[in-house]
């Protein structure tokens, strides 16, 4: 096990619904990322933050978006969901840089369904 | 109906021998490369890495070869036992040292008794 932990583990909602994913963090890292896989296809990712900011973020539309707690915890919220945002969501931590160490460690994700 | 994406490539293995998996990775400003393993219903299980001034690196039963000329990632495992079964993914670095990283599409290992 990793250290990261996700919940819930599986998600079921309808198009247009709203829907709120959380992580948390490895003791110690303070640098969330999160990714989305869709069925048989590798993570894509979506944004990263650190130390509460957003810092960097992928091909994904506004309606997906983040938060990153004072204790490194992150939450991933997606509005106006859609058929396509069926997908397992994954979230990875690492230590910040200055670190020796880029390994990031990832959760066992959450699985969506939108119906 | 069909679904998409579910046509991973599959390499079929029998138990003992050596697997070699590959993958063209696309940036060539891309500095550090990682495998990971994940099995079904768990996330990505990192494997080894290399970063691009190596060409290669080993572990524990596994070994990784880069060849930035052909931007070219390889990841060679001995012995492959059915614990070994799984998708294996390559990711490289998108261009920064924060790890935000660019998956390949995987390989589907399947360990034959």
């Known amino acids: 096990e990793t250290g990261v932990t996700q919940s819930p583990t599986h998600l079921i909602k309808t198009r247009g619904q709203q829907v709120t994913l959380r992580c948390s963090s490895q003791?110690?890292?303070?640098?969330v990322s999160w990714y989305q896989q869709a069925l048989g296809q590798g993570p894509q990712f979506i944004f990263q933050?650190?130390?509460?900011?957003?810092?960097g973020r992928g091909n994904f539309p506004p309606r997906f978006s983040g938060l990153q707690f004072p204790n490194y915890s992150s939450e991933l919220n997606v509005n106006a969901l859609e058929l396509d945002d069926s997908a397992l969501y994954l979230c990875?931590?690492?230590?910040?840089?200055?670190?020796?160490?880029?390994?990031?460690?990832f959760g066992p994700g959450t699985r969506l369904t939108v119906l | 109906g069909e679904s998409v994406g579910l046509h991973l490539p599959t390499l079929s293995v029998q138990e003992g021998d050596n697997s070699i998996i590959n993958c063209a990775y696309s940036?060539?400003?891309?500095?550090?490369f990682i495998w990971y393993k994940q099995e079904s219903g768990k996330g990505p299980q990192f494997i080894i890495d290399?970063?691009?001034?190596?060409d290669k690196r080993q572990g524990q039963r596994v070994t990784v070869l880069l060849n930035k000329t052909v931007k070219h990632l390889s990841l060679q495992i001995a012995a492959t036992q059915p614990g070994d079964s799984a998708v294996y993914f390559c990711?490289?670095?998108?261009?920064?040292?924060?790890?935000?990283?660019?998956f390949g599409a995987g390989t589907q290992v399947v360990v034959t008794p």
């Open positions: 990875a931590s690492r230590p910040g840089p200055g670190n020796s160490s880029d390994e990031q460690f």
């Open positions: 003791s110690g890292h303070n640098t």
């Open positions: 933050y650190y130390r509460e900011e957003e810092n």
């Open positions: 940036n060539s400003a891309s500095d550090y």
């Open positions: 290399i970063r691009s001034n190596m």
């Open positions: 990711a490289e670095n998108l261009g920064d040292s924060w790890g935000k990283l660019q």
